[in-house]
């Protein structure tokens, strides 16, 4: 999905970035300021921007919209529909983190930690792995 594609952008920035930027700052090839301002720009692009906001927006809307499909077709068990919508209303509160609304941080890691959770049990169902009590098999 697209929330995938950002969070990936923004983990690119560790790996890739922030390394060059680390020896350019302690070698002195470049300008500590001018290091720290690039540092800044980027984390606050790649790092808040895409890797979080937007990636948590696009995040809210796959879950919820897996919820409700979950609980109009039945393809999924009952309980992972609406964990889906849970975790799709703890995501998009946490999201306000990026707006400054205090208390927020919480519910970002929370929220994080819960679609993670939420995809293996997903994924478990998808196999067959879990039993889908009250759900139409996905041959139906």
């Known amino acids: 999905t697209l929330s995938g594609v950002f969070l990936f952008a923004g983990i690119l ?3 890739l ?3 060059r930027l680390a020896a350019w700052r302690a070698g002195g090839a470049w300008d500590p300021g001018t290091v720290d301002l690039v540092f800044r720009a980027f984390n606050t692009y790649a ?3 895409l890797a979080e906001h937007i ?3 696009f995040s809210t809307i796959f879950l919820a919209s897996t919820g ?3 609980l109009r077709t039945r393809r999924l068990p009952r309980f992972l529909a609406w964990a889906a919508l849970g975790g799709a209303c703890v995501i998009a509160v946490g999201n306000l983190e990026f707006f400054g609304v205090p208390g927020t941080f919480a519910w970002n890691r929370l929220g994080a930690k819960l679609f993670g959770i939420w995809e293996v049990l997903a994924g478990l169902c998808l196999l067959g792995w879990l039993p889908r009590r009250g759900g139409r098999s996905l041959e139906a």
């Open 13 to 15: 920035r560790y790996a």
């Open 17 to 19: 970035l922030f390394p």
């Open 47 to 49: 790092g808040e921007t």
């Open 55 to 57: 990636q948590f927006l």
């Open 68 to 70: 409700i499909a979950g």
